[in-house]
Each structure stands twice: as C-alpha cells, then as structure tokens.
C-alpha cells in the first residue's frame, strides 16, 4: 500500500513540486483515501484522486490601485476553481502578504472536502492576493477591493462562484467588494457570503466557524463522555474564527486563558471573561490594534512575545490563526502538558508530525474540514436565505449550525471509529470524498 501511495505521491509531486503547502495537504488526504479507493471497485482505476488534485481552473490577475500617496502599487489576485461536483465553488479569499499559488490550492483543495462535509451543495474553491491590509487606510482597502472584484467578477456568479472571507477579509472587505460586483453587474445577488445582515447577509454567519469549532470539540468530549465545562482552554490567534471560539467557550463554561496574533500571544490565567473579550474585539475589529495592547487594560496578564501558546498548560487546544501553527514539538508539549482535545479552527493549523503525535496517544483530534466547517456551512445557509429572499432568526441559524456539526461528527464516526479510538482525519477524508466522487463519476470524464 505504502508504494502506491508514494507513487501517486511521486507523480503529483513532479506537477507540484515547487508548493509545499498543497504537497502537504494532498499527502495527508492520500494516506487515508488511497487504500480506501483500493478496496472499492467503484473508485479503484478511475483515477478519481488524479482528477480531484487539479483544479477545474485557475485565474491569476493583476491588481493594479492608488495608495494614499498617490502611488501606483501592484499586487496579485488569484481564484482557484477547484471542484464543482456537487455544487458552485464555495470558498474564501484571503488578503495577506504570504499568499501564493501553494497556499491557496492547498485551500482549495481542502475546501472541497468541507464542504461535502456540510452536507450543502457546494464545490470547493479559494482566492485572494497578496495584498496586506494591515496599516491601510480604508480608502486604500476600498480601492484595492474594487480593482480586485473588477477582474474578479467576470469568472464568478451566484450559480458559479461564491466566494467569502478568510485571513484579512472580513465585513469592511466584503463590502466593498459586493459594492463593486453589484456596480459592475447592475445586479444584487447573492454572489459574496459574510455580508451585512441588511443586504443579503446571514445572522450568525460572523460566529459560525469558531462556534462552530467549539460545538465540534464538545460534541467529540461528549462521545467520550466528558463535555468541555471547566476546562481550561488555549486558542491562537485573536481574529474572526479565535474571537467567536473563545466566546462559545465562555458559553459553554470553559476558561480560555491566551489568545495571540503574529506578534505574540497573551496569557491571563485568570482567564479572558467576556469583559476581556469585548476589549479584545475593539482592539482588533475596531482600533485594527495589537493583542499586545491586552496587557495595557489587564496588567495582571502577561504578553509573550514572539511565541505561540502551546507551551501553556491546558485541556483543550483549538488552533486558530494560520496554517502549519503546529508542530512536532508543539504537539509533544501540548501532550506532556496533559492536553486531551485539539480541534482546529484555522485551516491545517498542525503540521503532519503534530498531527501523528496526536493520533499515536489517542487524543481527541479534530481536522479542520470538519470543526471549522461551521463557517462555510453558514454560509451555505446564506446563500440558501439570499435564494428565498427570506431571513432566518439567530435561534433559527445557530440551531441549523449545531445540527450540521453533529451530523458531520456522526460521518467522521461512520468511517473513522477503530477499536478504542476515533480517527477523524480518516473518518472525514473518506465520508466528503465518497459524495463528490460519486457525484464526479455519475457526471463522466468532464
Ligand atoms: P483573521 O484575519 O480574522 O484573523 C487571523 C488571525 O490569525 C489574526 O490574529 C492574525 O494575526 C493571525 N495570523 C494570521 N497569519 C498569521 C501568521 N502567518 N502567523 C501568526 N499569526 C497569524 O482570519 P480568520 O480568523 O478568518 O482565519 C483564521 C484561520 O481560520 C485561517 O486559517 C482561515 O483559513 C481559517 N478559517 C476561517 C474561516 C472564516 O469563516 N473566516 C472559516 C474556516 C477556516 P495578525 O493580525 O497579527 O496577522
Ligand atoms: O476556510 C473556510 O471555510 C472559509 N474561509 C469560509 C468559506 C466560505 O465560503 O464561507
């Protein structure tokens, strides 16, 4: 088996060499999907994996816009049309000065999965630039969205293309980018997930991927009889999914003693109660400051500079920031600390060594395409509202949200329960890959 895959593995690597991040996230999918495929004469020969790691499309733009200087600055778009099987492609863009053509099909590709997860019909799909958007000025960010969505919006659609937020895009950005494709097309449709509630958006949709990463981690501490009440709980990062994670933690009774960004992390061991919390969504929503700026308001905190949180003792980790968050170390650490629960809000957070640590001694682990998909349901669910010109109440949302979650824990259950331990890695890999290879194989060779 190990030689099958290292030879599918061979051969995607020869086309993709130079992207280390989908590399990384094609290979984690292989392990568990190549022998399933194997043993299943409906998938076996059909070179359905072949065909799922190459996308549809992909477009490549230039962005040109003006700075408040008058300057003539330049950045990259992409749009990477993954998978459309079982539905338009669905997926965010992200804004950051990291983003290339590696990060946004390792994405992508994960996207696909999420989303035949959510039991929504969606395809996968991904996008963005390398465009920065800290320490700009909102003109800026304005003018940027709308030369962005001026190439953008001829290759999508809200039967095609439907796209969303992710690092560095959240409701200022989809707003001028809706404003624009509304102004290009002379139409107002539901082409974009995360608007405003008054013009087309989805109650909860802000809240949903780090809810619903918390309804993940408590759905699989129930399975175990346990619940996450009283634990003690680490989040990374202090952005859209790190925010709303740690307030369903405070919901449902956990103390969440760090967040972080990319300078540092905060650590409050007396916990961040929802006081805390408001003033870490002004720093960040609001002022668009440093979580540095925490320990300001409460000196009794410490910030950490420079470092990630996992050196802090906890229960629970939920890994909320950006990919490869996670290593080895990290993962021994978190381990020898007594963690017993990782569900991961960011997109591949742990890395393939942390990832193995977690699965050798058996602790709760949940991928991201299963507890961040939360997100992309809601959005699913937005686009349902925008199709029947109606809005659903937050009760209403929230309640579809939590049913959406157990259902995907029931499919990572079905397919990835061993002996005295639940893979859910395999368990969601092998449930999303059965729907779209299905539906790939019903539509033929296209
Ligand atoms: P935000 O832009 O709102 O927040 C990102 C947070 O992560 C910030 O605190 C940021 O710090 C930190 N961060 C970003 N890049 C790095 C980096 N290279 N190193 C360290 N810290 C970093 O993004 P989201 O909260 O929306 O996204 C977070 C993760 O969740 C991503 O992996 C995203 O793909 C995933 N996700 C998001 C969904 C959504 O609906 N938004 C849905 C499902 C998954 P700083 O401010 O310093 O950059
Ligand atoms: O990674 C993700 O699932 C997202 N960034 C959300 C995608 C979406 O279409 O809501």
Redesign the pocket.
């Known amino acids: 088996m190990n030689k099958i895959i290292n030879q599918f593995l061979a051969e995607i690597d020869n086309r993709n060499s130079h992207e280390p991040e989908f590399m990384q996230a094609v290979k984690e999918v292989s392990e568990d999907l190549i022998p399933y495929i194997v043993s299943q004469d409906i998938y076996h020969g059909k070179n359905i994996l072949m065909r799922m790691v190459e996308p549809e499309r992909v477009v490549m733009f230039r962005v040109n816009w003006i700075d408040d200087n008058g300057e003539i600055r330049v950045n990259r778009g992409y749009r990477v049309e993954m998978n459309s099987a079982i539905g338009p492609y669905k997926g ?1 863009l ?1 804004f ?1 000065p ?1 983003v290339n053509l590696s990060i946004l099909k390792f ?1 992508a590709f994960e996207q696909v999965f999420k989303n035949s997860l959510t039991t929504l019909p969606m395809g996968g799909g991904k996008g963005g630039a390398d465009f920065d958007p800290k320490n700009k000025s909102d003109g800026e960010v304005m003018r940027f969205c709308q030369s962005f969505m001026t190439e953008l919006f001829r290759h999508i659609g809200p039967n095609t293309d439907i796209p969303a ?4 895009v ?1 409701g200022r950005e989809i707003g001028y980018l809706f404003g624009q494709y509304k102004r290009l097309k002379n139409e107002f449709t539901g082409v974009l997930t995360g608007k405003g509630v008054s013009w087309g958006g989805s109650l909860i949709r802000p809240e949903a ?1 780090g809810y619903g990463t918390v309804y993940f981690a408590e759905d699989m501490l129930n399975h175990i009889g346990d619940s996450i009440k009283g634990k003690t709980v680490t989040i990374s ?6 925010q709303y994670a740690a307030e369903k933690c405070l919901h449902l009774g956990a103390k969440v003693i760090t967040m ?4 540092g992390y905060i650590y409050d061991k007396e916990g961040i109660n929802e006081e805390k919390l408001n003033h870490i969504m002004d720093i960040k929503n609001n002022k668009r400051g440093r979580i540095s700026e925490y320990v300001k308001k409460y000196p009794k905190a410490e910030f950490i500079k420079d470092k990630k949180p996992w050196a802090v003792k906890c229960d629970v980790a939920l890994p ?4 490869n ?1 996670v290593n080895g170390t990290d993962a021994k650490t978190l381990l020898n600390n007594g963690c017993i629960c990782v569900a991961e ?3 591949m ?1 742990c890395d393939h060594n942390a990832i193995k640590q977690f699965k050798d001694n058996k602790i709760l682990f949940a991928p ?1 395409k299963a507890s ?1 998909a939360g ?2 349901a809601v959005s699913g669910l937005e686009m349902a509202q925008n199709s029947l010109r109606y809005s659903w109440t937050r009760e209403e949302v929230d309640e579809k949200l939590k049913e959406i979650m157990i259902k995907i824990h029931k499919k990572c259950l079905k397919y990835g329960k061993e002996k005295d331990y639940v893979d859910y890695g395999k368990g969601a890999n092998i449930s999303s890959f059965i729907k779209v290879a299905d539906a790939m194989l019903a539509q033929g060779v296209v």
């Open positions: 965010g992200r950051h990291s994405l937020g992710d690092i560095g959240g991927t990062g202090s952005g859209n999914v790190a972080s960004d990319s300078s909320s920031a950006t990919q968050e809000g960011a997109n957070p991201g961040n997100g992309v």
